[in-house]
């Protein structure tokens, strides 16, 4: 079983506002955004998940992707998690949306924001990198 760590790349066309559980109404601007997460039981279980149109609606990026698409996936292996450690890389360059994703940690969230996919998928690739993991870009699951 493939461990480690991932991200969602996210196309949002338009700006939306979406009651995202205990978060509330968050307003999402149109551009690109990037979810971390970490998946010890297994990266191709969470990430086919995530993409599957009907699911039960369970974490934060869940409400997200009722209204926007996965453009992108970046995982790479880990036996421990690292997303908290990823996310730290992100927040020194990235605007984030406020407790999203991050409620079983301290980090201030694990969604990020940008209006370029290319400069996103830049940061989230020398993120990985930064925390010593080998990034596996344009994983297709599902």
């Keep these: ?21 205990e978060l509330g109404r968050v307003d999402f ?6 979810y971390i997460g970490s998946a010890l039981g297994g990266l191709e279980k969470r990430v086919s998940r ?12 869940d409400h997200l992707l009722i209204h ?8 790479a292996r880990s036996e421990e998690r690292k997303e908290c450690n990823v ?4 927040v ?19 969604l990020f924001y940008s209006p370029d996919l290319h400069e996103l998928l830049r940061r989230v690739l020398n993120g990985f990198k930064t925390c010593g993991l080998k990034p596996e870009k344009g994983v297709r699951y599902g």
């Design 29 to 34: 601007k149109s551009g690109y955004y990037v």
């Design 92 to 110: 020194k360059d990235l605007p984030s949306v406020r407790g999203f994703g991050a409620s079983d940690c301290k980090c201030e969230s694990h």
């Design 50 to 61: 995530h993409l599957r149109e009907e699911k039960k609606i369970h974490w934060h990026i």
């Design 68 to 75: 926007a698409r996965a453009v992108d996936v970046v995982v």
């Design 87 to 90: 996310v730290k890389e992100l």
């Design 1 to 21: 079983m493939k461990r480690g760590t991932y991200a969602l790349l996210v196309h949002v066309p338009y700006g939306l506002a979406l009651s995202v559980g």
